[in-house]
């Protein structure tokens, strides 16, 4: 069973860093890619990073790239995106997301991925 809930978000101010977590809390080893998303509000859901199975490979979106970091710990079930130099403009729900169990390969595509969790909210003030 797959059930991805993220933490770590919040409100915080312009220039400071966030380190966003999802964990798999319905046990199952998730050998699959996985990836963050973000919504605003009035907005479409955008991709913003993915991670391969084994981490090797991974991929940003433009206006991310330089300043967020997606990791994975595949002992401990977790991905994580450090998101620093926040600006006001990265405000959004943030969404993370499994590819199908061992679907290993990276996809900035929502509709690739099967397993999503609730969100977190991130503010940034300026």
């Known amino acids: 069973q797959v059930q991805l809930v993220e933490s770590g978000g919040g409100l915080v101010q312009a220039g400071t860093s966030l380190r966003l977590s999802c964990a798999n809390s319905?046990?199952?080893?998730?050998?699959?890619?996985m990836g963050w998303f973000r919504q605003a509000p009035g907005k479409d859901r955008e991709f913003v990073a993915t991670?391969?199975?084994?981490?090797?490979?991974?991929d940003y979106a433009r206006f991310v790239t330089g300043r967020f970091t997606i990791s994975r710990d595949n002992a401990n079930n977790t991905v994580y995106l450090q998101m620093n130099s926040l600006k006001p403009e990265d405000t959004a729900v943030y969404y993370c997301?499994?590819?199908?169990?061992?679907?290993?390969?990276?996809?900035?595509?929502?509709?690739?991925?099967?397993?999503w969790g609730q969100g977190t909210q991130v503010t940034v003030s300026s």
């Open positions: 997301a499994a590819r199908s169990l061992g679907n290993y390969y990276i996809s900035g595509r929502p509709s690739e991925y099967e397993y």
């Open positions: 319905g046990g199952t080893v998730v050998n699959s890619a």
């Open positions: 991670i391969s199975w084994t981490g090797r490979s991974t």
